[in-house]
């Protein structure tokens, strides 16, 4: 029997989590995932739906059913930022697959598939280049926050590598955010479908938090404490540094695992620090939302 999961509309964050919703409670079924609809779509949306293909395919053993979108400015997107190139291989579509054309955009980070840590260096070597338009030319960074820009999706991806024993992918794009900010934001995510946080830590920190043990202690655990799977002395510090990052510059960092998600928010933004009892889903997906720079005034903060 074939379920139908219909994709929202606008395909952001809070669309990929209607849709995980659906697909909780049929995600063991052969699925179309009906797309049709989609007017707007956001990196983390369009990760959301490679996460979800593949995930749906590993429970299956059936490659679901895609139904394009119908907007062709959606279709046009979906196409640049390289989704049905990297689809074609997760998805049954029905449609013939155009290589996108080669060109340099100042806003947009086409999606990179982050396999091994060959890949996260071809990743940081590419993203230079765009980071200096993204962040300099479009968004007013100064050359350190490039640097900086690059170093957090280093680390990001390190961890896909090291962490999730599966494929991840990362995408970025500028535009404004209108409804939260009003400005020019730079929007990154990174997604992988692998063994999550809990998973990834269990073996090294489950048995000192005993029955607290959950995606929420995990997250709480490598988000705020640095703990890391590994007992080496320094490591497990890159996601502490993204948060104090990425609070300095009044940005929002979410990332989800399991069933639950963590945030850090600024003042203009209304997201959940905390989010518990989601509907499970596999991996760890990780969205970082910058603004358009100004110059930071004492010491961060953060709620």
Known sequence: ???????????????????????????????????????????????????????????????????????????????????????????????????????????????????????????????RERAALILGKR???????????????????????????????VAAQAYKWSPKIGREVVVIAVMDVGMGFRGSLAREHAQRYGDRWSDVTALEAAFFSGVSRYRDPGRGQGLKGIRKQVTRWNGIVTIRSGTAQIAVVPDWDDTEQVISRLPDFPGAQIQIVLPKYSPPTGEPRER
């Open 1 to 127: 029997m074939t379920e139908v999961l219909v994709v929202p509309e606008t395909l952001n964050h809070d669309g990929f989590e209607a849709l995980v919703s659906e697909w909780s409670a049929a995600q063991k079924s052969k699925l179309l995932i009906d797309a049709r609809r989609v007017g707007w779509v956001s990196p983390y949306g369009v990760l959301g739906l490679l996460a979800l293909g593949t995930a749906s395919r590993k429970l299956s053993g059936e490659r679901p059913w895609l139904e394009l979108p119908d907007s062709r400015e959606v279709a046009s997107y979906l196409t640049r930022i390289r989704f049905f190139e990297l689809a074609q291989d997760i998805y049954e579509m029905g449609a013939k697959v155009r290589k996108p054309r080669q060109r340099v955009s100042e806003a947009l980070l086409e999606i990179t598939p982050i396999r091994s840590h060959q890949d996260v260096h071809a990743v940081v070597d590419s993203v």
């Open 139 to 169: 968004l007013g960074y100064p050359p350190p926050g490039v640097l900086h820009f690059s170093v957090i999706l280093s680390e990001v991806c390190q961890n896909i590598v090291e962490h999730a024993g599966a494929e991840g992918w």
